[in-house]
Antibody, heavy 115, light 107 residues
């Protein structure tokens, strides 16, 4: 079964940092690009970042450039999102999703930025 | 950036109804358009990719059409389990923007 499981969310103060992980199983991780998408409470979906198979191509939403860093470890079948200088508006459920068609998605991990 | 606009933002429908949701891109995206369904408290799920290709396991009452800038998601014979929020997303270029969502509610 293809599965993505996010972890690493939690409560963090403004200006703080957090590292999210996404563990993949049930498919050849190194064959797919990967993505992060977030959803603020009661809001729609917002694309965060994407990374190519060999990490050669990396893209970020403008509001996250310079603060967030996406990475992957194909040997560990894992995707990461390092989030620095967090703001209240970064509060959201963060999902990882596989490939160009964003399928499937993980269950999400909640990040709350609050003092 | 490519802006995606869905309409309507919400709709009320009855079981058995035919429902149509539209998505417009701010520039031509060929058929690089995907549709997702999200139920409350759950992660989104892919319904349609490349504008009209049905994802494996998705019921055939869901269909997608369009190319260029205008796209449509149709549910033919709405079922109770279809009440959810639907999002379009362009996969033509980064940032991979989503529409604002269409909430389908029970009438």
């Amino acid at each position: 079964e293809v599965q993505l499981v996010e972890s690493g969310g939690g409560l963090v103060k403004p200006g703080g940092s957090l590292r999210l992980s996404c563990a993949a199983s049930g498919f050849t991780f190194s064959d797919y690009s990967m993505n992060w998408v977030r959803q603020a409470p009661g809001k729609g979906l917002e694309w965060v970042s994407s990374i190519s198979i060999t990490s050669d191509y990396i893209y970020y939403a403008d509001s996250m450039k310079g603060r967030f860093t996406i990475s992957r470890d194909n040997a560990k079948k894992s995707l990461y999102l390092q989030m620095n200088s967090l703001r209240a508006e970064d509060t959201a459920v963060y999902y990882c999703a596989r490939g160009d068609w964003f399928d499937p998605w993980g269950q999400g991990t909640l990040v709350t930025v609050s003092s | 950036d490519i802006h995606m606009t869905q309409s309507p933002s919400s709709l009320s429908a009855s079981v058995g109804d035919r429902v149509t949701i539209t998505c417009r891109a701010s520039q031509i995206i060929s058929t690089y358009l995907n549709w997702y369904q999200q139920k409350p408290g759950k992660a989104p799920e892919l319904l349609i990719y490349a504008a009209s290709s049905l994802q494996s396991g998705v019921p055939s009452r869901f269909s997608g059409s369009g190319s260029g800038t205008d796209f449509t998601l149709t549910i033919s014979g709405l079922q109770r389990e279809d009440f959810a929020t639907y999002y379009c997303q362009q996969s033509y270029s980064n940032p991979r923007t989503f529409g604002q969502g269409t909430k389908v509610e029970i009438k």
